[in-house]
């Protein structure tokens, strides 16, 4: 939790502000995993990223943590390798710019828009679940 009391992991940004700025504070706040057997993990086996997150202080704050970095080369790789790992985001993405209020930010106070972030998750899960159930 930061100062404020909000999350690290739903930290928001300014629009202006390029997302490697936040990188290493979300890598920090990842909640720990639970298994089926023994400890719960407290950090993935590596990340996928896109080449908005290709620097060394990235690559850096991901290999102090033991955390293998699968992230795309600016000007030498393309995005195509992160195909099916990319998709899940952006279908998320997507999912949340189904509300109205969410693509564009309206709100002005940062806990009403954590708050309907929030409810959007919850609406998603919930048909999720009575898509499956």
């Known amino acids: 939790m930061d100062k404020r009391g909000v999350p690290l992991a739903l930290t ?3 629009a202006n502000r390029h997302d490697s700025i936040a990188f290493e504070a979300l890598i920090d706040a990842i909640p720990s995993v639970p298994g089926l057997s023994g400890r719960p993990r407290c950090r993935p086996d590596k990340l996928h990223a896109d080449k908005g997150y ?11 943590r033991g955390i ?3 992230i795309a080369r600016r000007g030498i790789e393309k995005n195509d390798r992160l195909g099916k790992h990319r998709w899940v985001v952006e279908r998320t993405h997507a999912w949340l710019a189904a509300f109205g209020k969410l693509r564009i930010r309206f709100e002005r106070s940062l806990q009403n828009h954590l708050a309907l972030l929030s409810l959007a998750c919850a609406v998603i899960c919930a048909r999720l679940v009575d898509r499956f159930c």
Do not use: P
């Open 68 to 70: 293998i970095a699968r």
């Open 54 to 64: 290709d620097f060394a202080r990235c690559r850096q704050h991901l290999h102090k």
């Open 12 to 14: 928001v940004t300014g």
